[in-house]
């Protein structure tokens, strides 16, 4: 079993910048496939970025392709999200997602992870 702590999230302007961290717990966290999801009032939880468990693959969501960059430090058992020019649509709660899969795909589907962070807010002013 493995426990997700998010950090990093805040009040930041359009245009500007935020780093989120996951910090996972437990052992093999290598061999863990890692994702991020958010989830806006009023909406769905929508899927954001994913990375496999070697690193090889990552996938994005439209909104957020050429804005975002997903990535892992398997040494510090840590799960990245560089997020650039935020918008005011980017407000919501950013949860994070592991799965032990090794495999070479990186899995966009809330319902192929086993393991989710308690979340942390991202809110954007215009």
């Known amino acids: 079993q493995v426990q997700l702590v998010e950090s990093g999230g805040g009040l930041v302007q359009a245009g500007g910048s935020l780093i989120l961290s996951c910090a996972a717990s437990g052992r093999s966290f290598s061999s863990y496939a890692m994702g991020w999801f958010r989830h806006a009032p009023g909406k769905e939880r929508e899927f954001v970025a994913a990375i496999s468990w070697s690193g090889g693959s990552t996938s994005y969501a439209d909104s957020v392709k050429g804005r975002f960059t997903i990535s892992r430090d398997n040494a510090k058992n840590t799960v990245y999200l560089q997020m650039n020019n935020l918008q005011p649509e980017d407000t919501a709660v950013y949860s994070c997602?592991?799965?032990?899969?090794?495999?070479?795909?990186?899995?966009?589907?809330?319902?192929?992870?086993?393991?989710w962070g308690q979340g942390t807010q991202v809110t954007v002013s215009s």
């Open positions: 997602a592991a799965v032990q899969r090794r495999s070479v795909v990186a899995f966009t589907e809330s319902y192929e992870y086993r393991y």
